[in-house]
Every structure is written in structure tokens, then in C-alpha cells.
């Protein structure tokens, strides 16, 4: 029976589903191990499958939103979710989320691109990757200074 495929269609073979396995495997590894998250490597993998952009993006996102879950649950089994506070950042984040997304919405109708959306985002990835460290470095040398021994590991049990 064969099944006539047209273009962004995912054609689902032996192939695809080792890509795939190995994939999981190694985004699973890279997310839990070194914190990043399953859409770096993900969605540039999917495109390259030829899935179109947006499929590929709300893969990775409810990939994210699902390892999400499963973190949220792990930290309650163990008792160790401030509730406060995860509410408070949940409020925040909820009403963040309106105005980014009313501004994405905004810059791709007057510029006319979706592109744009990539370029903000691959700023901010820059300013972070750049920023974070360095403040980090600059408040790590101010606790060395304050007699913090920085190399000591302690018990979160």
C-alpha cells in the first residue's frame, strides 16, 4: 500500500526511527545531565529530517513542557518545591508572556518576516551566553574574597 507523501510530511522508516532513538537518547542525556534543554538539539535535527520549522518547534516545546512536568514532579515526591515561590514565578512568567507575545505578533506583521522572531531570540541567547558567565565570575571572585571556598560540595539530603 503505498502512501503518496507530500512536503513537510514525516516519511517514517527504519532510518527515521534510529535517528530518532538516538536522538531521544542524546537530548534526555545532554537536558538532564548538563541542563540544556532538549530543543538545542532537537528542533535543528527535526528540520534537517525535513520537518517544516513550526512542527519542528512545537515538538521541542511540548518535549520541553513534558520534561518540565516530569522535574516538577520529581521535585514534589521529595518534598523540596517551595510552593510560594514556584506560584510566584508562575504569575510573573504568565504575565510576561503576554507582552512578548503581543510584540512578537506585532514585529512580524510590520517587518513582514517571521525571521525576526529568530534574530530576538538568537540575541538574547547571545547577551545571556556572554552575560551570565561573566557576572557569575565577577560574584564568585567577591564570595572568594569573602572567605567562600567555592570548590566544597554540600548535601542536599
Given at each position: 500500500?503505498?502512501?503518496?507523501?507530500v512536503q513537510?510530511?514525516?516519511?517514517?522508516?527504519i532510518?527515521a526511527?534510529?535517528?530518532?532513538a538516538?536522538?531521544?537518547?542524546?537530548s534526555?542525556?545532554l537536558?538532564?545531565?548538563?541542563?540544556l534543554?532538549?530543543?538545542?538539539?532537537?528542533?535543528?535535527v527535526?528540520?534537517?529530517?525535513?520537518?517544516p520549522?513550526?512542527v519542528?518547534?512545537?515538538t521541542g516545546?511540548?518535549?520541553?513542557?513534558?520534561?518540565?512536568?516530569?522535574?516538577t514532579i520529581?521535585?514534589?515526591?521529595?518534598?523540596?518545591?517551595n510552593?510560594?515561590?514556584?506560584?510566584?514565578?508562575?504569575?510573573?512568567?504568565?504575565?510576561?508572556?503576554?507582552?512578548g507575545?503581543?510584540?512578537?505578533?506585532?514585529?512580524?506583521?510590520?517587518?513582514?518576516?517571521?525571521s525576526?522572531?529568530?534574530a530576538?531570540l538568537?540575541?538574547?541567547?547571545?547577551?545571556?551566553?556572554?552575560?551570565?558567565?561573566?557576572?557569575?565570575i565577577i560574584?564568585?571572585?567577591?564570595?572568594?574574597?569573602?572567605?567562600?571556598?567555592?570548590?566544597?560540595?554540600?548535601?542536599?539530603?
Amino acid at each position: 500500500m503505498k502512501y503518496p507523501f507530500v512536503q513537510g510530511e514525516f516519511e517514517l522508516n527504519i532510518c527515521a526511527i534510529i535517528k530518532l532513538a538516538v536522538l531521544g537518547f542524546a537530548s534526555g542525556i545532554l537536558n538532564s545531565g548538563f541542563g540544556l534543554g532538549s530543543t538545542f538539539v532537537v528542533n535543528p535535527v527535526l528540520i534537517a529530517m525535513n520537518l517544516p520549522p513550526l512542527v519542528a518547534g512545537a515538538t521541542g516545546s511540548f518535549m520541553a513542557m513534558m520534561n518540565n512536568l516530569a522535574s516538577t514532579i520529581a521535585v514534589i515526591c521529595f518534598k523540596r518545591l517551595n510552593l510560594p515561590y514556584a506560584a510566584i514565578i508562575a504569575i510573573m512568567a504568565a504575565i510576561g508572556a503576554v507582552p512578548g507575545v503581543l510584540n512578537s505578533f506585532y514585529l512580524v506583521k510590520r517587518t513582514g518576516r517571521k525571521s525576526i522572531t529568530v534574530a530576538i531570540l538568537l540575541f538574547w541567547l547571545v547577551v545571556l551566553l556572554v552575560g551570565h558567565p561573566t557576572i557569575s565570575i565577577i560574584v564568585l571572585m567577591r564570595k572568594t574574597a569573602d572567605g567562600f571556598y567555592a570548590m566544597t560540595f554540600t548535601s542536599f539530603c
